[in-house]
């Protein structure tokens, strides 16, 4: 193909999140995907279930996916001379990372760039993401170049938005009161083999805490770092979990606490149930006051920090 053919075709933007179910009926087969063919008793799907039934019944996930698309496509487009064109693909739900990957071969795509909505790369998230983009090419005899976003968890969009989440928590709380409060920031556990692995997922949460931390101005004494959401199998996970952490800090006196994620980048259940639901009941019986700021979602910050990331693969391929 000549590089005049490659400058008419649309280069394409493959995002990629976890998927999440759109509606109670989806959960056992959602589930299935996620524990990869491991029986899910129905203890644990009637739990996971009513999870989702107190958040409005579905995942918020997929509408804040297509948000962040469609915000990050305008910045993108803009920045770039070359016709782009959106797709998206998800983990564990429809619409899938294969289907997508088909729908750029039948669209004639053949240069590509792709992320995935979670800044940490880890070998159980980013990299099982990139072997779905392969498998969703091998199954259909096709090929696209890629060029992969691994990783953003320390550009300064992405920090600072965070760091302005931190403030806005601090500042829920009346003046007088803002030296006491503590910040938590977490994020998604993973099963402890990861470390002897060599896997960067821990280190680049910590490097992200540190950041964020600085950015916001906090004291070293007045933020800490958590695991939270780990996964319902008898290995184990990093912690401390969210929970324990808690009861910790309740013991050493500190009653005042804002939670930040900071590996998530939208809200959805492991946010809107594992903290704002759960976490709440914890603080409620520790007599602790928990501020929980709205997740990135759309923040101009956030979306610019995408379309910079991307850019910069476009130009890659260019
Ligand atoms: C960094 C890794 C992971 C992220 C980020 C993540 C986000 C995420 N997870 C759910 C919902 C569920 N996750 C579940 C299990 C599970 N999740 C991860 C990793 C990440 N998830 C692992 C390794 C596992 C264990 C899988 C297994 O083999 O058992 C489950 C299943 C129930 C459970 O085990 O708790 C759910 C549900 C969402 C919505 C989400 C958001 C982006
Ligand atoms: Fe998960
Ligand atoms: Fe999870």
């Excluded at 096709?142 to 060029?147: A, C, L, T």
């Excluded at 912690?239 to 050493?252: A, I, N, T, V, Y």
């Amino acid at each position: 193909m000549t590089d005049s053919t490659h400058q008419e075709a649309p280069l394409g933007v493959l995002f990629m999140a976890y998927g999440g179910p759109e509606s109670l009926e989806d959960m056992p087969g959602y589930l299935a995907d996620i524990r990869a063919g491991r029986v899910t008793t129905q203890a644990v799907l009637d739990e996971i279930t009513n999870n989702y039934r107190q958040i409005g019944g579905k995942s918020p996930l997929p509408e804040f996916t297509r948000a962040q698309v469609e915000a990050t496509m305008q910045e993108l487009q803009a920045r770039v001379q070359r016709p782009l064109k959106a797709y998206i693909g998800m983990r564990h739900w429809n619409p899938w990372i294969e289907d997508a990957v088909r729908e750029m071969l039948d669209d004639g795509i053949t240069q590509a760039v792709a992320i995935v909505l979670a800044p940490h790369y880890s070998s159980m998230s980013v990299a099982k993401y990139q072997k779905k983009i392969k498998a969703g090419l091998s199954m259909n005899h096709g090929h696209i170049d890629f060029e992969f976003v691994n990783e953003y968890h320390t550009e300064s969009g992405y920090v600072t938005a965070l760091a302005n989440r931190v403030r806005e928590g601090i500042a829920a709380f009346p003046e007088g009161e803002r030296d006491d409060v503590h910040v938590i920031l977490s994020a998604h556990s993973l099963p402890v083999r990861i470390l002897r692995e060599g896997d960067p997922y821990a280190d680049q949460l910590h490097e992200s805490a540190r950041l964020i931390a600085a950015a916001a101005g906090l004291r070293d004494d007045q933020w800490s770092w958590s695991y939270q959401s780990a996964g319902r199998s008898p290995e184990p996970w990093l912690g401390p979990q969210l929970d324990e952490h808690m009861h910790d800090l309740s013991g050493k006196g500190i009653k005042k606490v804002v939670s930040v994620p900071v590996g998530f980048v939208s809200d959805h259940v492991e946010i809107l149930f594992d903290i704002d639901i759960a976490a709440q009941e914890t603080a409620a019986e520790l007599g602790m006051t928990l501020v929980r700021p709205p997740a990135l979602n759309t923040d101009p910050l956030f979306i610019g920090t995408l379309a910079s990331v991307l850019e910069r693969k476009v130009a890659a391929l260019s």
